[in-house]
């Protein structure tokens, strides 16, 4: 399930931004305000656009295995952001409210 997720928000993204979208869905988990579970995060009402229009239902490549198996390992790139999001194509006001830690590809990464 997070290899997917992984593949439908960031199959374009380096490998270090592929990690850091799957340590964004375990460090959501541990979270307040969010499911504690990987499931429940990722089938949290409106929380990923790639859920709601369905590209997180197709299969994950092999890259995506790998960064989901990293990021459950321990790998946070991020060092425990809670949001991401590509700044070119999001106009929400509350997602650009939140603290902005990194870049890694297209995708910002805030807590």
Request: hydrophobic share 45%; glycine share 8%; charged share 15%.
């Amino acid at each position: 399930m997070l290899a997917r997720l992984i593949h439908a928000e960031a199959q374009a993204e380096p490998y270090t931004g592929k990690v850091a979208v799957g340590a964004v869905v375990l460090n959501r988990t541990r979270a307040p305000g969010f499911p504690n579970s990987v499931a429940g995060v990722i089938y949290q009402p409106l929380a990923f656009e790639s859920v709601s229009n369905g590209w997180f239902y197709r299969a994950a490549a092999s890259t995506s295995y790998q960064a989901a198996r990293a990021a459950v390992s321990g790998w946070d790139p991020t060092g425990g952001a809670i949001y991401f999001f590509n700044p070119s194509k999001t106009r929400n006001r509350f997602i650009w409210s939140r603290k902005i830690v990194l870049q890694i590809g297209n995708h910002v990464f805030a807590i």
